[in-house]
């Protein structure tokens, strides 16, 4: 299945904060963490965009006031 960069943006809408979410999600997975969705996709890399592109995954930053 084809990940389109517009529809992760639609999920997390800086490409900046896409970048650190999907690094630090893929290295969860890499050292064993369970998979949030079921898929039979096996790159940790993968698990990481599919799971943020269903919505698994959420960026959480602080405010900057």
Do not use: C, N, W
């Not at 992760?8 to 800086?14: Q, R």
């Not at 650190?20 to 698990?47: H, N, Y």
């Amino acid at each position: 299945m084809e990940i389109r960069l517009e529809d992760l943006l639609k999920k997390v809408p800086s490409l900046y904060k896409l970048a650190i979410l999907v690094s630090r999600r893929t290295l969860e997975i890499s050292e064993g963490s369970p998979k949030l969705i079921s898929t039979k996709l096996e790159e940790p890399l993968q698990i990481a965009l599919e799971e943020i592109r269903e919505g698994r995954i959420t960026y959480k930053g602080k405010e900057i006031k």
